[in-house]
């Protein structure tokens, strides 16, 4: 494995995410991104964690048992990647993820997956937090639509860029999947 890439780290990339029940959602190209980073970082033998949300509720979709829990096909981690499990929508609460980062002095991380304005979100904040270099990539997120506080309904693509807002001025940088994918490309080829 290369250390010196940064980690991938794909979030609820889970088959209860793609339920058109989960409601409108933004980035329909998200999926393909995240499999396009997906199969550059196994090319580039980068460090890449699968997280999979098990929900507390029993009713929940996201629930042990339920075939939501389960990966998307076109994602599934291989037996050498790392999977976590976590409860809550933040992937370092009680899953021990900064450890397994520290151990293996990984400063960069990449993060992408659902929902931008939950789970990626408040992952990507504790990653800051934390001190790693933090990257969310833009177009392989996605959030669903949803009524804020005033009770105004707002757009997927409305509630994805604020989340990415929220994030891009003290905790993450934001990029797309072409930038990445060429960092990745230069950081890789100048380790070999």
């Known amino acids: 494995m290369n250390v010196t890439l940064p980690c991938l780290i794909i979030i609820d990339m889970q088959q209860g995410m793609a339920n058109p029940a989960a409601g409108s959602r933004n980035n329909p190209q998200a999926e393909d991104n995240i499999a396009q980073l997906l199969q550059a970082w196994r090319a580039a033998q980068g460090q890449v964690v699968h997280v999979r949300h098990i929900s507390r ?55 992408v997956g659902v929902s931008t304005n939950n789970s990626v979100e408040s992952s990507a904040r504790t990653a800051g937090n934390l001190g790693f270099d933090t990257v969310v990539v833009s177009d392989a997120t996605f959030a669903f639509a949803m009524r804020d506080y005033a009770g105004v309904q707002r757009s997927a693509d409305k509630v994805h860029a604020m989340a990415l807002a929220n994030l891009m001025s003290d905790y993450a940088t934001i990029q797309d999947t072409r930038s990445v994918l060429a960092e990745l490309a230069t950081t890789s080829n100048r380790d070999r």
């Open 57 to 111: 509720s029993p009713d929940s979709p996201f629930a042990p048992g339920q075939s939501g829990v389960a990966f998307q096909p076109a994602l599934q981690p291989l037996p050498h990647e790392h999977v976590i499990e976590k409860n809550v929508p933040d992937a370092f609460i009680n899953s021990a993820l900064e450890r397994w980062l520290r151990v293996r002095d990984l400063r960069r991380v990449v993060l």
